[in-house]
């Protein structure tokens, strides 16, 4: 069996989806998704110029040997742009492997640890009173885990992930066009002083079943974001995501030695590397990690046993800048990873994803049912991909209130 062919599609409703077809000599094609997001055209060009003209000839089936060729081969390593093309190179790889089989992919995995995998919605408000009708919203809507993200009082803007409208509470996604990037002003102070009495107040009114996640996003020093855990903690939080930078992989160390808090981290990691000692000191609960820009399946894999054995659950990035490719590779990893936590949901399921990548998997009542469609059970219109073009755009900036570059 050989690759005799390989294309790359940019393009998608409201995302710049990075679409990667792999042909074979037997008909079989597969898919994968190497999406870095508002850096999609790097992985596309990686991909054109350097990779797909050696993966012509190979046998598909040796995915972990191809993976061990690009990784090694390339003598520099890691970084989210090669990682993000690897990635979308193995996911295809395996899809062949389990259409081959006639399986969906868990069963390559060793089958399912679960039927359904619970999710968690992203609800935000301009204040604490739109951000309580947006959860309220979700949970009418059956999910049993909430993300929750409001604006500060006196903040000169929005916090991360928070709607600048208010009443704008239901599926927001926040708006990155343009190629030079928003700039957002952040105040520590007033972050500290407000946000856990608003999140007691959320636990107050929604009860103790509700699952409340919180996301930081690097915003605080360690000493701050241990400061912040311990404050938190009688709000008994399913996890506090991002709380400081993790780059110096000790700074966790603090956090745990003053809060019991759950935390979780690794959305901007791209490597086993980044991680390996967080997991192995157990300075996390749950792992961030995502499979489009982490090395695809082969390598996430590794993380996911890596874990486990540190009593680290799974936590798999989801926002909207996966497409439905990467979303399903999760779901088939969240299918059968003895060590699962929860999985992000922000993409599948709606009218414009479901036209451009057809699938039978499907989110009921707050948990994810991964389809028993062989491969990764998702296809790819390249008609519909007609529609959409390349729009560039940026994540915002944070600065302080003198001017200071701050942490996104």
């Known amino acids: 069996m050989k690759i005799t062919g390989a294309k790359v599609f940019v393009g998608g409703p409201a995302k710049n989806y990075v679409t990667l077809k792999i042909i074979t000599d037997q008909g079989i094609y597969g898919l994968g998704d190497a999406t870095l997001n508002n850096r ?3 992985p596309a060009a990686y991909l054109q110029d350097y990779l797909i003209p050696n993966l012509i000839g190979m046998d598909p089936r040796n995915s972990e040997d191809i993976w061990q060729f690009f990784y090694r081969g390339a003598y520099f390593r890691r970084g989210p742009i090669a990682m993000a093309a690897f990635g979308a190179i193995d996911m295809a790889l395996w899809d062949i492997k389990a259409k081959l089989a006639g399986m969906p992919l868990y069963q390559l995995f060793g089958g399912k640890s679960r039927e359904g995998a619970l999710v968690y919605a992203h609800a935000t408000g301009a204040d604490l009173e739109d951000l309580m009708d947006s959860i309220a919203y979700y949970v009418e809507q059956g999910y049993k885990a909430v993300r929750v993200q409001c604006g500060i009082p006196g903040m000169p803007t ?17 708006d990155f066009s343009g190629i030079r990037p928003k700039v957002q002003i952040w105040d520590t102070d007033r972050y500290m002083r407000y946000m856990p009495g608003a999140l007691a107040q959320i636990r107050e009114r929604f ?8 996301d930081v996003h690097q915003r605080l020093l360690p000493r701050e974001a241990a400061e912040f855990a311990k404050a938190v903690e009688p709000v008994n939080l399913f996890w506090l995501e991002d709380p400081t930078p993790a780059e110096d992989q000790d700074a966790l160390k603090l956090l745990r030695q003053h809060s019991t808090v759950p935390v979780a981290i690794g959305e901007v990691f791209n490597s086993i590397w980044d991680c390996n000692k967080l997991i192995e000191n157990e300075l996390i609960d749950f792992i961030r990690i995502a ?5 695809g399946i082969t390598h996430v894999k590794r993380i996911v046993d890596l874990a486990g054995m540190h009593h680290v659950r799974t936590g798999f990035h989801g926002a909207p800048s996966h497409s439905p490719l990467c979303m399903a590779a999760q ?57 959409y073009s390349y729009n560039p755009g940026s994540h915002p900036v944070v600065r302080l209130e003198d001017g200071t570059l701050w942490n996104y």
Not at 291 to 295: L, N, P
Not at 369 to 380: K, N, Q, R, T, Y
Request: hydrophobic share 35%.
């Open 207 to 214: 009860g103790p079943d509700l699952k409340i996640l919180h």
């Open 331 to 387: 779901a088939h990893l969240n299918a059968w990873a003895p060590n699962f936590g929860i999985q992000e949901y922000l993409v599948l399921g709606t009218p414009e994803c479901d036209a451009l990548f057809p699938s039978e998997h499907r989110m009921e009542n707050g948990m994810f049912h991964v389809s028993d469609a062989p491969g990764l059970g998702v296809d790819f219109n390249e008609q519909q991909a007609e529609r």
């Open 158 to 174: 929005t916090g991360y992930g928070v709607s600048e409208t208010k009443g704008d509470t239901r599926n927001y996604i926040t």
């Open 291 to 295: 499979v489009s820009y982490a090395g």
């Open 40 to 42: 999609e055209t790097l």
